[in-house]
């Protein structure tokens, strides 16, 4: 909240040289003037930092300024932000995709090549320290009034079970009227199936063997050859492939979806990569059966991950096909059916189910799968959870796993009504998980109504949160520049420093290794009150600077020597000066955050044994707690400050 002096500062400000101001100034503009400096004086002081914290702004060379639409922090203590073709249909069609791996140790920058548009994909941390990432756009929207030809799904059949087909970008179906359409994506249609199948008569004596061919199918978006509403068809017909002759042109044809003038919305890919943090590289692995646009990836306790959601190859909402990958074969697998809007919030509980709070980022009716509840992977069971306010308003709001992650409590913040709706709330509410009927209770309000608010675990078992915007995309300069931390013991917020560049869609914060907040991003959809002009992206990044940090200063708790493994008991031990000032230790697993969802992070508890000069770190044994992968290892002591991370590898 930006500090509002009282009169008697006011005076007190002007009265230095306050007469020779108001004398060349209107006093208005003398009083802002003044108002400012001595703001700017207040929260330099050193008193001020230690209890609110305080923010910088990151220096970027231009070369390296990207429009930030994904970060992750990877276990080499670097940042990837990923941009892709970031929200620009000009980088797009020219094929030009952004990754920058910044390095906060140094504050130095690389480009990464980036072989897809990871513009709104999916992504999570695996076990071995890669990073996973899955989906993003084939194709950018089409308002309604850009739509000058039909367009639609297009199911491409080949029955030939002695051949594959490959249909390249710009093949022509023909309809029985003669009717074009042009496909724009290649299609690969693998051989059809054939099977033998055993009959027998009334008699029950076997007849001969018969032989049953299924089609393969793929689908591809189409696209009229002529403007004009004569093109439009709701009706399925069977379409010839223009070119194909003899037994390809029998076995290889098109089944017409519904193909219209209608808005056409964005569409994804199925490419996955794995992101090797120490090759600093992107590595290609088998592509999802589905394409996703805007999906959700979550962690499970076994290591493998579960793909959920997103637009498809048409632009159509997934209806729920979710699939699973494994990293050790590098394969995608059909996981339980569930419908969820796009970019659903899915936290990993104890015992391996998974919680949605209802909080999501974007596409889906507003009367579907907009209940919160606990979702069973095993069974596909789905124990809808009650009592959530304004459960109308969970489209772009925050949601974690609150700290510890023993409690297995779940928070969700804000949030707005679906779609463009100019409504948000400031309501905040808690889930018990550990209760026999677990609801949700009201926790404390936030300053005000809030879409696209960041919220950060901190190493003293807090939740720092900033920034957002109380209506859509931060129309009519609606930027919160305002940040609290929130207090799970107290159930309360207490003030932070304000932020100095407001952030909304396409925003971003995260953990760094040494204790400090990165916040990215923003991507407001005008850049005035009056909503006249086009927004521009913001590719400054600011970092806070916890209020601990500030007190403790050079004298925060440090860890030495260790381990980056486990032994056998589940133990870590740690060379340290001054094993008494530790009071307790978290394992805190890095975020991988986009569209304000950050299912990866969490914190949990260690048990902490003190001797000689070291400490020893317990770590529970429940993978739903902690699923495999890379940790941050933070100490904190009595005043909350922490020490600098050390990682730890959990198997």
Known sequence: MAYQPSQKTKKTVLGIGGIAVLAGLNAPAALGFAEKQYYEYKIAQPAYKAKYGSWTQLGIPKEFRTNAIHAALLHTGKVLIVAGSGNEIKKFDKGSFDTILWDPRTDTFKK??????????????????????????????????????????????????????????????????????????????PKAKRTQQITYNRAGVMQ??????????????????????????????????VGLRGKDADNTYGLSEKITLEKQDFQGIRAAYEFDPKAEKYISVDPMAKARWYPTLVGLDDGRVLAVSGLDDVGVIDPGDNEIYDPKKKKWTPGPKRYFPTYPALFLTKGGKLFYPASNAGYGPADKGREAGLWDLKTNKFEKVPGLRDAEETETSASLLLPPA?????????????????????????????????????????????RYLNSVIMPDDSVFTTNGSEDYRGRSSSNILKAQFYDPRSNAFHEAASPRVGRNYHSEALLLPDGRVATFGSDPLFDDQQNTKLGHFEQRMEIFTPPSLHRGGKNRPVLGDGPEELDKRHRATF????????????????????????????????????????????????????????????????????SEAKWIQVK
């Open 112 to 189: 990464i090549p980036t072989p897809d548009d990871f513009f709104c994909s999916g992504h999570a941390q695996l076990p071995d320290g890669r990073l996973l990432v899955a989906g993003g756009t084939a194709r950018y929207e089409r308002l309604g009034a850009e739509v000058q030809r039909a367009g639609g799904g297009m199911r491409v059949k080949n029955e030939n079970p002695e051949k594959a087909m490959v249909l390249k970008k710009g093949t022509r179906f023909r309809s029985p009227a003669g009717v074009e359409y042009v496909s724009k994506f290649d299609v690969k249609l």
């Open 208 to 241: 001969p063997w018969k032989t049953k061919v299924t089609a393969s199918e793929a689908r591809v978006f189409v696209e009229a050859t002529e403007d004009g509403p004569l093109s439009a068809t709701d009706k399925q017909a069977q379409y010839e492939i």
């Open 406 to 450: 023993q409690d297995q409590k779940v928070m969700i913040l804000g949030g707005g009504g679906v779609g463009e709706s100019k409504r948000s709330t400031p309501r905040t509410a808690v889930v018990d998980l550990t209760k026999d009927s677990p609801s949700f209770k009201d926790g404390p309000n936030l300053p005000q109504g809030t």
């Open 575 to 642: 060379a340290t000066d001054h094993p008494d000032r530790i009071v307790k230790a978290r394992l805190m697993r890095p975020s991988a955050v986009t569209h304000t969802t950050d299912v990866e992070q969490r914190s949990i508890e260690l048990g902490l044994v003190k001797e000689g000069n070291s400490v020893t770190v317990e770590v529970p044994r429940d993978p739903g707690l902690v699923p495999p992968g890379w940790y941050m290892l933070f100490v904190t002591d009595k005043d909350g400050t922490s």
